[in-house]
């Protein structure tokens, strides 16, 4: 277990801020009292359309692709780091939360 945290700093997987972000969000989740309030939340669409516009925003602002001219944006790749970016937030989520519930499931 301690090997699968070191690979994650020497990655630098975590300092990702949708993985950052999925994994607050899942420990905070998974340690709140009110179960059926968070079940409500992560089956809305809502929630995760939120994570998808603030990805885009992350992605067109601060982490703009371009072609090869160094000039047009390139946008089949930034669209991809966009749902890449919500696929590492909901992994991240869900793994945060399993890890929550393996250490207190004893």
Do not use: W
């Amino acid at each position: 277990m301690i090997k699968g945290i070191l690979a994650l700093f020497r990655t630098g997987i975590i300092f990702d801020p949708f993985v950052l972000f999925g994994i607050v969000m899942g420990f905070v989740t998974s340690l709140s009292p009110n179960k059926e309030a968070i079940e409500i939340i992560y089956k809305q669409n809502s929630f995760y359309l939120l994570i998808l516009l603030i990805a885009f925003l992350y992605h067109y602002f601060l982490k703009k692709v371009y072609k090869e001219d160094g000039y047009t944006l390139d946008y089949v790749r930034m669209t991809l780091n966009i749902l890449l970016s919500l696929v590492k937030f909901v992994v991240s989520c869900a793994l945060s939360i399993v890890f929550v519930l393996m250490l207190f499931a004893f």
